[in-house]
């Protein structure tokens, strides 16, 4: 009986360490993102042209302007 309830626990305690991994991976894109957003919007303000941006950071040229469309 205790070799099972360790066994369950064991699998539950890796359960929760798997979702709290795919928690922090969301987290961590969302952060990236906002980053990302913040350096468009910088090098924008700074007058770097959208076709460098996408060059310098490979992103879409639509995440761009959306990015400058915001801003305005």
């Given amino acids: 009986?205790?070799?099972?309830?360790?066994?369950?626990?064991?699998?539950?305690?890796?359960?929760?360490?798997?979702?709290?991994?795919?928690?922090?991976?969301?987290?961590?894109?969302q952060n990236s993102e906002a980053k990302i957003r913040t350096i468009i919007s910088n090098m924008l303000a700074g007058g770097v042209s959208c076709e460098n941006i996408c060059r310098f950071l490979e992103c879409d040229p639509s995440f761009v302007e959306q990015i400058q469309e915001s801003i305005q």
Avoid: S
């Fill in 1 to 29: 009986m205790c070799q099972a309830l360790d066994e369950l626990m064991a699998d539950k305690m890796n359960e929760g360490i798997l979702i709290g991994k795919h928690e922090g991976i969301l987290l961590e894109k």
